[in-house]
């Protein structure tokens, strides 16, 4: 096992590409509610998280660039990649993918795969502000079906699904891969997300309602929009974590030969998980895995 520097992508904060961060943000904050399972609980997550990054968090992209970038190009085949994401928080994974494949002039093919449908509206929108079309699917990744893929990639996604159901989903990534190709993820192991206190989170509530009185929102929206911030940090949402010998015993029985997995050091985030006032260093875990031909 490697240890790495820090990656300065992870605080990168104006994407090349054009995201049109404050309509996505809008639209998951004023339909969430109505989008999202009640069954899935990610209502609070999905209404806050664009929203958090527009305003507090300079609309920065998730951490881990400069390595996904780099499997991608491993990746790609005759300038081009078919990329599968497996799940999304927003439209910022999907920025950092394009943004990464337009930078080494490699021709983007975007698949993304996830249960709720605010995630999948919210790219919708995004493919037609750029003149392009995803493949989106609304489904378990565990029961995606799909063509197959260049690479797949999985950013702080293993968590949210419980343990017992961790291999169904790593097995079906595998399914969607052509043999040989890259499974790239960036991803927290051994620990899971703490609560934040009360205290952190009511300041923090207060420094989202003035980001958005600043940018011009109304009063009313920015309280409410404040309060979402507020549920958003006082949930967990994620399940129990994937110790780092659990993690490599589900790629093995999924078919993958791992090619690396790498430390890199504790970094600042700008996820919108972590909030001023306590630690923003993140210990992700960047790990790079090939789908072995069947036998």
Known sequence: ?????????????????????????RFAFDWADTLCDPDHGCGPYHRAWSMIRLLTKNSALPAGGAFIADGLHRAASGGRCRVLLAGAADTGLVALVLNALRAQEIEPEIVLADRCATTIEQNRLFARHLGMRFELHRCDISALTCRPVDAVVMHSFLNFLPVPARQAMIDALSRALRPGGLLIAHQRLDVGRRKHDPQPIKENRALLESAARARG??????????????DFWSNTF?????????FLVLLANAGFNLISLSRPLAAATNSPLFIAG????????AILAERMPPR
């Open 278 to 285: 306590q630690s923003r260093e993140t210990p992700q875990a």
């Open 1 to 25: 096992m490697t240890t790495l520097p820090p990656d300065e992508t992870s605080q990168a904060a104006t994407p090349a590409i054009d995201e049109p961060l404050e309509r996505l943000a």
């Open 217 to 230: 929102y109304p009063d009313p929206l920015a309280r409410a929009i404040g309060a979402a911030g507020a």
């Open 238 to 246: 994620a399940h129990a974590p994937t110790p780092e010998a659990e």
